[in-house]
Every structure is written in C-alpha cells, then in structure tokens.
C-alpha cells in the first residue's frame, strides 16, 4: 500500500492529497429543522497509503475517545502521512449533546444500527449517513469507547480474531489484554468487518470523563497502528512486554448479583483474582445478610461495577482467566512498579483524586 499514488478523498467535498481539512457533516436535522453536523478531520497525506478511519462518540457520554481524536487530528500533518487519516469525532452528535450514550427521546442505541437504512429510524438514517459516506471508504477501522455508566473497564481492545485481518490490527494496537469476539449485529464493528473492513473497538475507562492516562496510551495505540501499516513512516510500533489474546465462554464472564443489596468491593489492590477470593460481598440494610461473591477461576478484572447497588441480575464484575505465565508476569510487574494497568488502565484506582470533583 505504501507506493500506491495518493488520491483524493471524496465524501461529498473533496480533499485532495497534502490537505488537511475540519468539515462538519450533515447526519441529520434538529425539531427546529437544522442541520445536526458531525465534526470530521480529513487528513489526506502527500503519499499514497491506507485510508484509515477513526471513530469516536457513537455511545455520547464516553469521551475518553473523543479527546484522543481530537489531539490525533492537532498532532499530524499531511507531511506526515502515507494514505489518508478519517477521524468522526463524535457521531452520536444528539447522544453527545445530551450526554448520554443513546440517541435521545427514542433511547436508540446508534451502535446497534450499522449500515443503517436511508428510510428507517433516526439512529438507521445517522448509520447509513456516516456508514455510507466515510466508514465504506477506510481500509481499516479503530472505534473508540468506555464502559458504560456506573461501571469502568480496564483498556483493552475487542476484535474478531479469527478474521487474520482483524487480527493483525489489534496486535498492532498494542494494547496487553485483546478479548476475542465478533461484534454484535448492528455495531459498527462487526458490520464493517463482515464487509472486509478490519475493525476494532478500544474500550477505556469509564464515561463522563477524560482520563489523562487512558487517552496517552490510546494516542501511542493509534500510532503504532500507522507505522505497522506503513501509513506514519516516522511513527513507532509499540512492543507491549506482554499480550493476551482471551476467548470463549469459558475464558471471560459476567459475574451477576443474584440478590439485591448493597455491594462492597473487596478486591484488590491488584486486578488479579485467584479461584476461590472474594470480589464482593453483597448485604442488606439491616446488616443481617451477607453474599459473598467468589471468584470461579484465576483471572483478571476487566469491568467493575462502580454504583455501589446491586439487584439481581445486575453485572459486578467481567472477569477474564488468564494462564500462570501471564499473572506471574503481572505480578512481576507489579512489584517492580513497571504496570502501569492496576493504577493507570480505568480501574478503582482511577478514582484517585477523581471522585471528589
Ligand atoms: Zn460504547
């Protein structure tokens, strides 16, 4: 892809190689009957290479990734490029406006709606609208996002890995802990990837927030998916230390409440769990009843629960098994100071200093 001739990208402008444009798409309109406008970067280097797409802000309250956008479109210039950088900066715009993940009023989930339809319901039109004009055109996709309210996820990417395509994108994200799985129907991931298109989802951190560390290791992430595609010839590919591909039913699950109460989180430090400890317990108000929550394999917490009320059904915990080599390579880590995922990557810890805003 590297000696292929630069093009101009066309969505219904055009930017020509060597530019670099800021564009506001039309996606919809508002009750008052103007327009609702995307914000895009269109950064079309001076040498031929991959198109690659960026994507932000189909959840509206997880911001983590609308920040990394916006200091990745600041950053290169077309100088720097080979092919052509395309970064949605927020594509749930309504979600975004109002601050929640779903397209108001209707509660439609955009990232269920990919490709979308030209005569259907709001979040199909916003689909088809962004799916159409930019995501169709990318060779390779990356689609940002958090947990969802009330929880945090530790960093980490979510690809199809059995697609080698696929694969090779979230190897070269760089990130340690890659959970294996096709997209839902309907997200942005699995339809663009089922239409050749490799893409990721990154999940970091919680909504509502920018999270300084989470954003630093995602912009290193976007880098090193340049230069591994040869898109950034400057840039550096990252060499995480170590990098878990998990998987299956069996690998990776939802620890639910199966009583309604209180919860109190008991784990850690460390997000490493071993068979048998306890994660939380959950109690009534009256402090006669207690649930003790085990863990029911070695593994590591990727998503907790952060609202502190539970009814049954409610998800506590995600948790993922990892094998013996990798937690003594955490734990080795850990003790020499040198991981940076039980302070940094998005979970309890991240609350220091933070909550009290
Ligand atoms: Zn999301």
């Known amino acids: ?52 797409g ?33 970064c949605l900066h927020v594509v749930n715009v309504p979600g975004y406006l109002a601050q929640q993940r779903d397209i108001p009023i209707y509660d439609q989930d955009l990232n269920r709606s990919f490709p979308g339809r030209e005569r259907a319901n709001t979040a199909e039109r916003m689909a088809h609208e ?39 994108l979230a190897a070269a994200f760089g990130a340690n802990v890659i959970l294996a799985g096709a997209g839902d129907d309907g ?10 298109i490799p893409t990721i989802t990154v999940e970091m951190g919680k909504a509502h927030r920018f999270q300084r560390p989470l954003v630093e290791k995602a912009l290193e992430g976007v880098e090193s998916v340049l230069a591994a595609y040869d898109a950034l010839p400057d840039g550096e590919v990252a060499q995480p230390r170590w990098q878990e591909v ?19 989180m008991e784990w850690g430090p460390t997000p490493l769990v071993h068979e048998g400890e306890t994660i939380c317990t959950i109690s009534d108000h009256f402090s006669t009843e207690e649930h003790v929550v ?11 629960l952060e609202n502190p009320v539970a009814a049954p059904g409610h998800p506590l915990c995600h948790l993922a098994r990892i094998d013996a080599d990798t937690h003594a390579e ?14 940094l990557l998005g979970l309890r810890w991240m609350g220091d200093g933070e909550e009290a805003e």
């Open 187 to 196: 997200s942005l991931r699995g339809t663009a990837t089922r239409d050749g």
């Open 246 to 264: 998990l998987g299956g039913n069996q690998e990776k699950r939802w620890l639910r409440a199966d009583t309604g109460g209180l919860v109190q």
């Open 330 to 343: 955490i734990e080795r880590e850990i003790e020499t100071g040198e991981f940076d995922g039980y302070r």
């Open 294 to 304: 085990e863990a029911p394999f070695t593994g590591i917490l990727v998503g907790i």
């Open 130 to 168: 962004v799916y159409r004009r930019f995501v169709s055109q990318c060779d390779l996709v990356v689609d940002f996002h958090t947990s969802t309210r009330n929880r945090t996820t530790m960093y980490h990417v979510r690809a199809d890995t059995l697609n080698p395509d696929v694969e090779r």
């Open 54 to 86: 960026l994507v932000a802000g189909i959840h509206g309250d997880e911001l983590n990734g609308v920040k990394v956008l916006q200091e990745v479109a600041a950053e290169y210039g077309p100088g720097d490029l080979h092919g052509t950088l395309v």
């Open 1 to 52: 892809m590297t000696d292929s001739e630069p093009e101009s990208f066309r969505y219904e402008g055009e930017v020509p190689p060597g530019e670099k444009r800021h564009v506001r798409y039309e996606i919809g309109e508002t009750y008052l009957g103007d327009p609702v406008e995307m914000p895009v970067t269109i950064l079309n280097g001076e040498a031929g290479g991959p198109t690659v």
